[in-house]
């Protein structure tokens, strides 16, 4: 590249502003064009040399079903992309992939995709040319000023890179006011903090495969939880006898149970947000039973554990004593162990000092250093992943509703879907003069925003990715093209930014003829930082390696955890939950591998996939707890009315014993008022009728802390349930023998 571009301007233009080690003295890299480059670059940009008429390609990318960042391979074939399967050199997923990574090939070609640029006139969406979209949004952004926002889902790499250098350009970040919001309604964002705090270490690594028992308080980490496939390959080792020490035992507490609980060992039903006080009472009981064991606990964490007893946890948890003594007995026995903190402990208004709880049990255990270990971290603050969270909806809400943004871009997120009625989020949006919405697929929040720009689907586009949960090793994700663009029309993320910023700084930006070119000079800047791994070959080696393989290589950076950790006072507060008589049951919104948080909804393979639990397939339903479908009248598949301060909803009611009798669980997913033929109009959002309580130290929004009351109703609708699976019992066929545990131990001598 050549121009009056500062050396110190272009690093933070190419993502590697604020690198702590060094970049070699290289000169700036030239542009390479696309024509250019073209007999170097292994990707489908040259059809004509690598099609052999029935003979299919691989193309390694990065899956964005989710923000765990596996590493895929698309097989192409006569320029068509059919198939997705996991890049057996990404250390997150090992070749591995899952149903929502599966379904990549149906969003790509999914029917009810936007092609082509969309404004509002006269109070519906129009089809306009991409030089109408352009001076609309330059006429609006020179209006704006600095009052500029960007809302989006988790991200990483260059693409955040741009949108931070975007905001700068623009001075949104001038007066120190939040202008880049990440929201996620599937998230750690309370672990993350606890970890920070306690470890000094947000997402340290977790070693499933070397415990020998994992207790989970509802982290669901073979559904989704932080880096599901991952977590999978690790369980498969815990549960093999030949890799692991011996079998692993899992034991899930949880007010529902989640697709990990069903595989537990054994599976505990609590009342959600009693975690924390199990965790305590464990504490305490190992403690008794193990002499020496936390001497350097502080006097204050001493007294506080010693105020748990089992018999007190028992009532607050609503649960056998004999479970959490069985518990107990378990973590004394099988050493070393994993204790894991979900959604159901972080959704409440004292979900930090649960979570809290929980790693002080792992404190106590001397887990940590054995099964919990410092992470790799990128050494590229620009690249680094912003992890979404539900603080920045509430947030960005409240700037919202008091003015603060006149232009607002949405992209990888839906917040009309995802927030609470309560929230008023519809409302505050109506205080932003402009909204654009940058988006692959018509949903409720594109569908109600002034500007629609189409974006490619993302097996169409180019892009780095820095999964937060790095893996086994530091890499920095490639994602680029599987196909040509399906619709002419589409853009990419990178490239409307890119038009962003030319149009914002011409003089640094205007070089870049797109956004592949951009990449490809940002790559080589990356590999003249010492931080990366492999950069003796040449530019253009290192290039088409990293697309050959998806991945480039970064060296370990692994911190140390706090010296202080285990007297490393982090206060923690666990006030019980008042019981509220006119609202008896406490909803639990549970996010599941498949529709997700109902980003999914639109994939029909999705929708037709069971859930792992109740089998149901295209509907929603509330699960509920045999004895209290009796208090409530209900029998399975029943309408029933389910209904908060905030709200209600109807559906039907899924009889079942996998929940706690003090829990009404209704999967997230569903209830979609847009986002095309698949998704529209099917089942209930649960979502919608939570009320506005927040964690009194993250400010999260407290997901399972809204109270409701269920009653049987005829109105409602009246279809049947569809399950597959057909019936829970064996009918006869004893396809699983069993033999009561008298008769074994008569048999067997035990
Ligand atoms: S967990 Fe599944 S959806 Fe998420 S990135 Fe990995 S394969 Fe894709």
């Known amino acids: 590249m050549s121009g009056p571009v500062k050396r110190r301007d272009f690093l933070k233009m190419m993502g590697v502003g604020g690198v702590s080690g060094t970049l070699a003295g290289c000169d700036l890299p030239s542009t390479v064009t696309l024509e250019e480059g073209k007999e170097d670059v292994v990707s489908y940009f040259m059809p004509e040399e690598y099609v052999i008429p029935g003979v299919g390609v691989w193309y390694a990318s990065t899956c964005m079903q989710c923000d765990a960042g596996c590493g895929i391979q698309g097989r192409i074939r006569e320029g068509r992309f059919l198939k997705v399967e996991g890049n057996p050199g990404s250390p997150i997923n090992k070749g591995k992939v899952c149903q929502m990574g599966q379904s990549t090939v149906q969003a790509h070609y999914n029917p009810d995709r936007i092609t082509q640029p969309m404004m509002r006139e006269g109070g519906s969406l129009k089809a306009v040319t ?47 006011n939040k202008s880049h919001f990440t929201h996620e309604v599937v998230n750690a964002a309370i672990w993350q903090a606890v970890n920070k705090d306690m470890l000094g270490d947000s997402l340290p690594e977790l070693h499933i495969d070397k ?230 697929f018509p949903d409720e929040t594109t569908m109600q925003a002034d500007l629609v720009l189409p974006l490619s689907s993302y097996a169409e586009d180019w892009g780095t990715h820095v999964p937060a949960y790095q893996g086994d090793r530091n890499v920095i994700s490639v994602q680029q093209p599987l196909m040509n663009n399906l619709h002419s029309d589409t853009k990419g993320l990178g490239d409307i930014l890119l038009d962003l910023l030319k149009a914002k700084q011409p003089d640094q930006y205007n070089t870049f003829k797109d956004y592949y070119a951009y990449l490809q000079d940002a790559i080589k800047t990356l590999r003249g930082s010492s931080e990366i791994k492999n950069a003796e070959a040449g530019d253009k080696q290192f290039w088409n390696k990293a697309l050959q393989t998806g991945l480039i290589e970064v060296k370990d950076q692994k911190p140390t955890f706090a010296s202080n950790f285990l007297s490393n006072d982090v206060k923690i507060n666990l006030p019980e939950e008042k019981a509220d008589s006119a609202y008896p049951y406490q909803l639990v919104p549970s996010a599941r591998l498949g529709l997700y948080d109902g980003r999914h909804a639109n994939l029909p393979w999705l929708q037709e996939s069971p859930d792992q639990i109740s089998k149901v397939v295209w509907d929603s339903w509330a699960e509920i707890h045999p ?86 109703t005829a109105a409602g609708k009246k279809d049947a349930l569809v399950r597959l699976g057909g019936s829970d019992i064996q009918m006869g066929r004893k396809l699983v023998v069993t033999i009561p545990a008298e008769v074994l131990k008569r048999t067997e001598g035990a």
């Open 211 to 440: 415990a020998s028992l994992i207790l989970s308080f509802g982290a669901d980490f073979l559904g989704t939880w932080i880096s599901p496939v991952h977590f999978a390959g690790k369980w498969a080792d815990f549960r093999s006898p030949e890799t692991g020490d011996g079998r692993g035992t899992l034991i899930q507490v949880e007010s529902k149970m989640t697709l990990t609980g069903g595989n537990a060992d054994l599976w505990v039903p609590a009342k959600s947000g009693s975690e924390g006080a199990i965790a305590l009472g464990l504490a305490n009981y190992v403690l008794a039973k193990s002499p020496g064991a936390g001497e350097s606990l502080s006097s204050e964490q001493k007294s506080l554990i010693s105020s748990y007893s089992l018999e007190k946890v028992a009532t607050i948890a609503a649960t056998s004593e004999d479970y959490i003594k069985r518990i107990g007995d378990a973590l004394i026995k099988r050493s070393p162990s994993l204790v894991l903190a979900g959604a159901s402990v972080e959704g409440h208004e004292h979900g930090y000092d649960a979570v809290a709880a929980v790693m002080l049990l792992n404190m106590v255990l001397g887990n940590i250093g054995k099964t919990i270990k410092p992470a790799n971290t990128s050494p590229f603050p620009q690249l680094q992943t912003k992890p979404g969270n539900t603080r920045d909806l509430i947030e960005f809400t409240a700037a919202a509703k008091a003015k603060k943004f006149d232009v607002v871009f949405f992209s990888g997120a839906n917040p009309l879907f995802t927030a609470p009625d309560s929230l008023a989020l519809q409302d505050a949006l109506d205080n932003v003069g402009f909204k654009v919405a940058v988006s692959t």
């Open 627 to 712: 004895r209290t479908a009796n208090n409530i009248g209900v029998k399975h598949g029943d309408i029933v009315e389910i209904a908060s301060k905030s709200g209600t909803i109807r559906l039907h009611a899924y009889v079942i014993k996998g929940v706690h009798p003090d829990t009404i669980a209704v999967p997230l997913g569903q209830g979609h008022e847009e986002y095309g033929r698949y998704a529209k109009g099917i089942g209930v959002n649960p979502l919608k009728i939570l009320e506005a309580k927040t964690d009194s130290k993250t400010g999260e929004l407290a997901m399972y802390a809204t109270r409701v009351k269920a009653t049987a």
């Open 130 to 176: 991409w030089e109408q979209a352009y001076s609309a949004l330059t006429q609006n952004l020179n209006k704006a000023g600095n009052k500029i926002a960007w809302f989006s889902g988790t991200v990483s790499g260059h693409q955040s890179t741009l949108i931070s250098n975007y905001l700068d350009a623009v001075g949104a970040t001038v007066d120190a």
